[in-house]
């Protein structure tokens, strides 16, 4: 079965620091740009970061500049996004994605109907 997981989520208070997972099973995510995108109560899915399949083109939204790091380890099939100086409104549903375009995944920030999707994990920054 091909699925993405997400992992490293939970409750972490203002100025902390998470760092998510997305691992992926029954494919390779060395052929994939992959995303993470974030959604929270009542509002719109929004891009946060992108990544490309060899690691050299990576895109992060301007809410999240500076404070936010998207990494792949292709050995280990995983994309980490480590965030850190954690704020209220980054408190969302975070997902990650693996597309094979990249000009759909990190510059138009939407997927095609092709993409892989993870189930989302949460994140909670309240003190």
């Known amino acids: 079965q091909l699925q993405l997981v997400e992992s490293g989520g939970g409750l972490v208070q203002p100025g902390g620091s998470l760092r998510l997972s997305c691992a992926a099973s029954g494919f390779t995510l060395d052929g994939y740009a992959i995303g993470w995108f974030r959604q929270a109560p009542g509002k719109e899915r929004q891009g946060v970061s992108c990544i490309s399949r060899s690691g050299g083109s990576i895109n992060y939204a301007d809410s999240v500049k500076g404070r936010f790091t998207i990494s792949r380890d292709n050995a280990k099939n995983t994309v980490y996004l480590q965030m850190n100086s954690l704020k209220s409104d980054d408190t969302a549903v975070y997902y990650c994605?693996?597309?094979?375009?990249?000009?759909?995944?990190?510059?138009?920030?939407?997927?095609?109907?092709?993409?892989?999707w993870g189930q989302g994990t949460q994140v909670t920054v309240s003190s």
């Open positions: 994605a693996a597309e094979v375009s990249y000009q759909a995944m990190c510059v138009m920030w939407s997927p095609t109907t092709r993409a892989y």
